[in-house]
């Protein structure tokens, strides 16, 4: 399995609901990311998980919380957000190993992303 | 923030001709990597260079490195139409593998 799997493709949510992204691989990666991209923009960075455990928040409003279950799976939890907030929100992931110490030269593999709007 | 910044913005070749693309960028790097993005979905990992290599092919793609200019420049050879996509460059500065990307090329690649 060489795939990063993202659920819901689209969700349309409601400034006051709570809903979840889920992202899956199952490629023995344990550095798994989220980055937000807006139209005809850069992916930015979110969230860097290394081993299940967060390692980068990038200054990301507390309405965004990010979860990472175990070593396959990450969840973005998403409450009370913005209109701003619409966007195509991507997970990835990567090999990590233990004695990289952060340097680690391999590829990312991304997921198709899931497209939020909030009305 | 962005680290890398490709030029040209925008590309429109025909098919077979060749396609050049480059990234700038502004700090010391642990390696530099290419992606590209069809219409909006997830990116797909084409190639990634060290920073101690200063050429790597891949399959019709060529990538280049000067660390001394902090520049990159991909090469699509006998371009395609299923080669229009988006291409961005990323650089990975090795402080927690993290990675940055450029604002994008969009190229077309006309039949």
């Known amino acids: 399995d060489t795939e990063v799997t993202q659920t819901p493709k689209h969700l349309v949510m409601g400034m006051t609901n709570k809903k979840s992204l889920k992202c899956e691989q199952h490629?023995?990666?344990?550095?798994m990311y989220w980055y937000k991209q807006k139209a005809k923009k850069p992916p930015e960075l979110m969230f860097v998980?290394?081993?299940?455990?967060?390692?980068i928040n990038e200054s990301v409003p507390s309405r965004f919380s990010p979860e990472c279950p175990n070593s396959s799976l990450l969840n973005l939890h998403l409450h009370a957000l913005q209109p701003e907030d619409s966007a195509l929100y991507l997970c990835?992931?990567?090999?990590?190993?233990?004695?990289?110490?952060?340097?680690?030269?391999?590829?990312?593999?991304f997921g198709s992303g899931t497209r939020l709007t909030v009305v | 923030s962005q680290q890398g910044e490709e030029d040209p913005q925008a590309l429109s070749i025909q098919e077979g001709e060749n396609a050049t693309m480059n990234c700038s960028y502004k700090?010391?790097?642990?390696?530099l990597q290419w992606y590209r993005q069809n219409s909006g979905r997830g990116l797909v990992h084409l190639i990634l260079?060290?920073?101690?290599?200063r050429e790597k092919h891949s399959g019709r793609l060529r990538v280049t490195l000067d660390t001394s200019k902090k520049s990159s420049s991909l090469l699509i050879t006998a371009s395609r139409a299923a080669d229009t996509a988006s291409y961005f460059c990323?650089?990975?500065?090795?402080?927690?593998?993290?990675?940055?990307f450029g604002k994008g090329i969009t190229l077309s690649v006309r039949p």
């Open positions: 490629m023995g990666h344990r550095a």
């Open positions: 260079i060290r920073s101690n290599e």
């Open positions: 998980y290394s081993y299940e455990k967060l390692s």
């Open positions: 990835a992931s990567s090999q990590r190993r233990l004695w990289d110490r952060g340097r680690s030269n391999y590829g990312y593999t």
């Open positions: 700090t010391s790097i642990n390696n």
């Open positions: 990323a650089t990975d500065t090795g402080a927690n593998s993290k990675l940055t």
